[in-house]
């Protein structure tokens, strides 16, 4: 869970490559993009997450190959952030909760929500950012007003980071102040 912290924190894209490669190991492929690619797709079928039309072909999620949905994103978060005891899939995917980067305060969400109306989710929005060239994404969690968690995956296309980011940032944090019924 420390390695998987460090990749999701800084977004360390060998570490996530490598970490895919270990998963191939176990079960039973060649530790190769494609073994790892083949291994992960797998594992998220056996636990009953819709893969329909993902396309992986790295652990980092830096190539422009790859297509994974917003659906994807957001069921696997649900899932980590289930109340304990309802989903056998929870406890397992409830540690990639805390290595997300916290709004304004680590990895690299550090120096974002500092001005505008995303200072309402510093502190409060923990997400996982994703940033190719013309491709900006978040997704991750945060606490409602009510004290419940949302889940949420933002995934942008042919946008510049400058005006993406700001985008992202303020629609995560608006859902801070939620408190839907």
């Known amino acids: 869970s420390q390695l998987v912290d460090n990749m999701l924190d800084h977004s360390e894209n060998t570490l996530g490559d490598i ?17 790892a690619a083949k291994a992960m797709l797998d594992v998220l079928r056996q636990n009953n997450f819709d ?28 899932v980590a952030a289930g109340p304990d005891g309802k ?18 305060g680590s990895g690299t969400l550090e120096d974002r929500y500092n001005q505008g109306p995303s200072t309402e989710g510093r502190g409060w929005v923990r997400a996982k950012t994703g940033t190719l060239t013309g491709v900006n994404s978040l997704a991750g969690i945060v606490m409602d007003k009510d004290n419940r968690p949302l889940v949420f995956a933002f995934l942008t296309s042919g946008t510049e980071g400058s005006t993406a980011r700001p985008a992202l ?9 939620c408190g839907c019924q």
Not at 87 to 102: I, S
Not at 169 to 177: F, K, M, V, W, Y
Request: charged share 25%; glycine share 12%; aromatic share 2%.
């Open 19 to 35: 970490l895919a490669h270990e998963v191939a190991i176990k079960a039973g492929e060649q530790p190769n993009f494609e073994g």
């Open 51 to 78: 893969v329909d039309g993902v396309v992986l072909k790295d652990g980092s999620g830096m190539s422009t190959e790859n297509k994974v949905s917003a659906k994807l994103l957001a069921q696997v978060l649900a």
């Open 87 to 104: 989903d056998e899939r929870t406890a397992k995917l409830r540690p990639l909760l805390g290595g997300l980067p916290v709004a304004g």
């Open 169 to 177: 940032d303020t629609a995560a944090a608006a859902l801070r102040g």
